[in-house]
């Protein structure tokens, strides 16, 4: 019995190292992506960000060439194991704001849980940064890079 185990990890060993580990092969070639987001020189203070590849240099079998975070306080950040092939990237960039109709604030936690329907919600950042976005980014070979942006109405 204790021989077919060991046999067995044995295979199991030897199958990994022919095919390799996918994840690594998949995380190579990825760069740290980082940066700010302001919208008339005020920081985003929650929000999403998101890259759509237009030409990559992804390696075959790649998942997910392009990529999405939060925005908070104005800050995103994709880390290596999920960041950005070089190439050519659209960007969109949203951040919903929600108040009280009734006093114009933002809404108590329990309240708004309660019944989201009843507050207003509107999208700050124009459509030319989102459904119709005009922004554009080159990653390079650098393996940390820094992409601002400086957004208005």
């Not at 019995?1 to 390799?20: E, P």
């Not at 008339?40 to 390696?59: H, K, L, S, W, Y």
């Not at 708004?112 to 124009?126: A, C, D, L, R």
């Amino acid at each position: 019995m204790k021989q077919n185990a060991l046999y067995l990890l044995f295979i199991g060993c030897c199958i990994v190292w022919t095919t390799g580990c996918p994840a690594k092969v998949d995380e190579e070639g990825r760069k740290n992506i980082s940066g700010t987001v302001t919208l008339d020189g005020t920081p985003i203070g929650r929000g999403n960000i998101q890259f759509a590849p237009q030409d990559t240099q992804a390696p075959q079998g790649a998942v997910g060439t392009g990529g999405s975070t939060e925005i908070v306080a104005g800050k995103y950040s994709l880390k290596r194991d999920l960041g950005l092939f070089s190439g050519t990237y659209k960007v969109k960039i949203t951040s919903v704001v929600v108040t009280d109709p009734k006093t114009g604030q933002a809404p108590d936690p329990v309240q708004y849980n309660g019944s989201p329907e009843s507050f207003k919600h509107e999208q700050i950042v124009p459509d030319k940064y989102n459904t119709i976005t005009t922004l554009e980014i080159t990653v390079g070979e650098d393996k940390n890079q820094t992409h601002d942006f400086t957004l208005t109405k």
